[in-house]
């Protein structure tokens, strides 16, 4: 299985900040055959279901603000949140879906308001 | 727009069975892999597993194997989970979830779930 471990586990920030969450796979999840990073992050507000904000490691999904922006290859994985507004308050989770049996998330970080 | 809602949660006796609908609308349901996707309480995600466009393949982790199943009826663009030998530790908000594009099995076949229920819960005690 492929191992995802996100840090931190939580981190406050002040409004308009900026706010950093790190993924590392167990294994890299780069496929060589198209040179993608199966690597994506989700936003889960409390009583919602996870959205998905970023595939690819770095495609925003429709509607996502450009203030989400995702990095990494191979094996380390970055979400930026550049300017932390109220609404960003959640719990973030990576996902890795190169390796589909089983698909695994990193443990979720929690991004609150300083 | 697509629609996925899961029902059938409650309460349940360790040991005992229950079976999860999520009926799916706004998409041509039979084209799609689905998932079952799980949340504890205060925990993080868990995939359950998932099945094949047409039902002829279904893949699970070691952790729900042999207990949980996952069922389609494409006619009625429905999915099941059956759960049989519920523990306290399957106490867990129920999603089901669809992905972006194809998932099958094996490496660099799959996408991220662009769809998500809004869950049912599935309690577990005595």
């Known amino acids: 299985d492929i191992v995802m471990t996100q840090s931190p586990d939580s981190l406050a920030v002040s409004l308009g900040e900026r706010a950093t969450i790190n993924c590392k796979s167990s294994?890299?999840?780069?496929?060589?055959?198209?040179?993608?990073?199966?690597l994506a992050w989700y936003q889960q507000k409390p009583g919602q279901p996870p959205k998905l904000l970023i595939s690819?490691?770095?495609t925003r999904e429709s509607g996502v603000p450009d203030r989400f922006s995702g990095s990494g290859s191979g094996t380390d994985f970055t979400l930026t949140i550049s300017s932390l507004q109220a609404e960003d308050v959640a719990v973030y989770y990576c996902?890795?879906?190169?390796?589909?049996?089983?698909?695994?998330f990193g443990g979720g970080t929690k991004v609150e308001i300083k | 727009e697509v629609q996925l809602v899961e029902s059938g949660g409650g309460l349940v006796q360790p040991g005992g069975s229950l079976r999860l609908s999520c009926a799916a609308s706004?998409?041509?349901?039979?084209?799609?892999?689905m998932s079952w996707v799980r949340q504890a309480p205060g925990k993080g995600l868990e995939w359950l597993g998932k099945i094949k466009e047409d039902g002829s393949e279904k893949y699970y982790p070691d952790s729900v194997k042999g207990r949980f199943t996952i069922s389609r009826d494409n006619a009625k663009n429905s999915l099941f989970l059956q759960m049989n030998s519920l523990r306290d530790e399957d106490t867990a908000v129920y999603y089901c979830?669809?992905?972006?594009?194809?998932?099958?099995?094996?490496?660099?076949?799959?996408?991220?779930?662009?769809?998500w229920g809004q869950g049912t819960l599935v309690t577990v005690s005595s």
């Open positions: 979830a669809r992905p972006s594009g194809y998932c099958g099995a094996g490496y660099g076949s799959c996408f991220p779930f662009d769809s």
């Open positions: 294994q890299s999840v780069l496929y060589s055959s198209n040179n993608k990073n199966y």
């Open positions: 706004g998409f041509t349901f039979s084209t799609y892999w």
């Open positions: 996902q890795q879906y190169y390796n589909s049996l089983p698909l695994t």
């Open positions: 690819w490691a770095s």
